[in-house]
């Protein structure tokens, strides 16, 4: 069973475009994240989400924005993307206390 | 926000030889600190990890030391092998995972 999975792998889309990836996690994790890898490949967190709190890094634009149906989803909107958002996007979860981060297959995003 | 410093940012070595990769963080509130390698296209997946209230662990070839202190942690791969080519991060939490800019590392055979 995958522990955690977003979808789509691949999205090539044109400027100006809103998409969504979608991310779930099976392990009964209370935390979730969004990271951001660029073609440096440095590992830039854009959200954190548990039940309580929502922790949003201050660099993130606010034309992205994750929404979280429920404990195992957590779901990225990006609105009018640009050529900057072209990256790997990692959605990852954990429990609260101090575990591992688990890490989706990543979904490469190519805005053209 | 934590801030980690990784360094260097790309390492070679011969085959056999050992790798330390460092890192540095600024939040105290810092309490756990895992090593994450990501291979070519995959995704990022862990390798060891250390907590703080320990200063050293060590699995097999890989083994990790905390300066709670000095606030920094380093990363020791001994007898490397060619598989063990890849990006290797260093994180720490506190209330968030924050990662450090990675290390490309290149085991020469």
């Known amino acids: 069973d995958t522990a955690v999975s977003q979808t789509p792998k691949y999205l090539v889309t044109q400027m100006g475009n809103d998409k969504s990836i979608k991310c779930e996690q099976n392990?009964?994790?209370?935390?979730m994240y969004w990271y951001k890898q660029d073609s440096k490949k440095f590992l830039k967190i854009m959200f954190s989400y548990n039940n309580k709190e929502l922790i949003i890094n201050e660099t993130v634009p606010n034309r992205f924005s994750p929404k979280s149906p429920d404990k195992a989803h957590l779901n990225l909107h990006i609105n009018s993307l640009e050529l900057g958002d072209s990256a790997v996007y990692f959605c990852?979860?954990?429990?609260?206390?101090?575990?591992?981060?688990?890490f989706g297959q990543g979904t490469r995003l190519t805005v053209v | 926000g934590e801030n980690v410093e990784q360094h260097p940012s790309t390492l070679s070595v011969q085959e056999g030889d050992s790798a330390v990769i460092k890192c540095t963080y600024s939040?105290?509130?810092?309490?756990?600190f895992p090593w994450y390698k990501q291979e070519l296209g995959k995704r990022p997946q862990l390798i060891i990890d250390?907590?703080?209230?320990?200063g050293e662990k060590k699995d097999q070839r890989i083994a990790v030391t905390l300066n709670k202190t000095a606030k920094h942690f380093s990363l020791h791969i001994t007898e490397t092998q060619p598989e063990d080519s890849a990006v290797y991060f260093c994180a720490a939490r506190g209330n968030q995972f924050y990662f450090g800019t990675g290390t490309s590392l290149t085991v020469i055979p």
């Open positions: 990852a979860s954990s429990q609260v206390t101090g575990t591992e981060a688990f």
């Open positions: 250390i907590r703080s209230n320990v």
């Open positions: 392990l009964g994790h209370d935390t």
């Open positions: 939040d105290s509130a810092s309490n756990y």
